[in-house]
């Protein structure tokens, strides 16, 4: 059962350091989600991306954040000088490509959870 | 802009009971599509059921149903004879239909815990 794959599900960070969130789609799926849920409320919309392409970045934040699809391997979303605000649970989610999602949902995976002291 | 409500921040019932969890949507597209997903203690999201816009029928999955409303924009959800691993928490979303562009964006409410105790 090869579903949306996160890692890690737990990462704890001091003020200041990089945290690096990986997310490998269902096989086949070539379009990547990142949302973001904070303490008690629910998901927000960060990025969406295909392969090699960001596609809508609407929802990062305009610093700090970054997000990738290589052509291969993860999709990394990246949090640079993580400050105590940042702690939440990032979920990744993924479809298939075009013209086939009309007929699915979005997959998403078990969440990374990332604290920051 | 798209929006979601779900006005129920927490629920509680006794196991048996039935409850309904209230979610309303705003929207101008004329096509998208509705979800619910189940959100357990342990934190991943658990697809439960997506709706497109233009097909109003209730739907029913064991002890599961749907009502959708396009007059009153809005998309409850029905738990009959509750369980305690009902526990958790529901979240309603709404996402635009973009043809073929496989986009997905979705659109949280802020989600109802519902607690069922034994």
């Known amino acids: 059962n090869a579903g949306v794959m996160q890692n890690p599900r737990h990462l704890v960070r001091r003020r200041g350091q990089e945290a690096r969130l990986r997310c490998s789609p269902v096989?086949?799926?070539?379009?990547v989600y990142w949302y973001r849920q904070l303490p008690e409320e629910g998901l927000k919309f960060m990025v969406y991306l295909q392969k090699e392409n960001i596609i809508d970045e609407s929802g990062m934040p305009k610093e700090r954040f970054s997000a990738e699809f290589p052509k291969e391997g993860p999709s990394i979303l990246r949090i640079q000088q993580v400050v105590r605000g940042d702690s939440a649970a990032y979920f990744c989610?993924?479809?298939?490509?075009?013209?086939?999602?009309?007929?699915?949902?979005?997959?998403f995976g078990q969440g990374t959870r990332l604290t920051v002291v | 802009a798209q929006k979601v409500t779900q006005a129920q921040t927490e629920i509680s019932v006794v196991e048996k009971e039935d409850v309904t969890l209230d979610c309303v949507y705003e929207?101008?597209?004329?096509?998208?599509?509705l979800f619910w997903y189940k959100q357990p203690p342990s934190g991943e999201l658990v697809f439960l059921i997506r709706?497109?816009?233009?097909?109003?029928q209730n739907e029913i999955s064991g002890r599961y149903s749907w009502n959708f409303q396009k007059s009153t924009s809005s998309f409850n959800f029905t738990i009959t004879a509750s369980q305690v691993v009902d526990s958790a928490v529901y979240f309603c979303a709404l996402s635009e239909a973009r043809g073929n562009t496989g986009f997905q964006k979705l659109v949280f409410g802020t989600g109802t815990r519902l607690l069922v105790s034994p």
């Open positions: 929207t101008r597209d004329t096509t998208y599509y």
């Open positions: 989610a993924s479809s298939p490509r075009q013209g086939d999602s009309m007929n699915t949902e979005a997959f």
């Open positions: 709706r497109n816009s233009f097909d109003e």
């Open positions: 096989k086949g799926h070539s379009h």
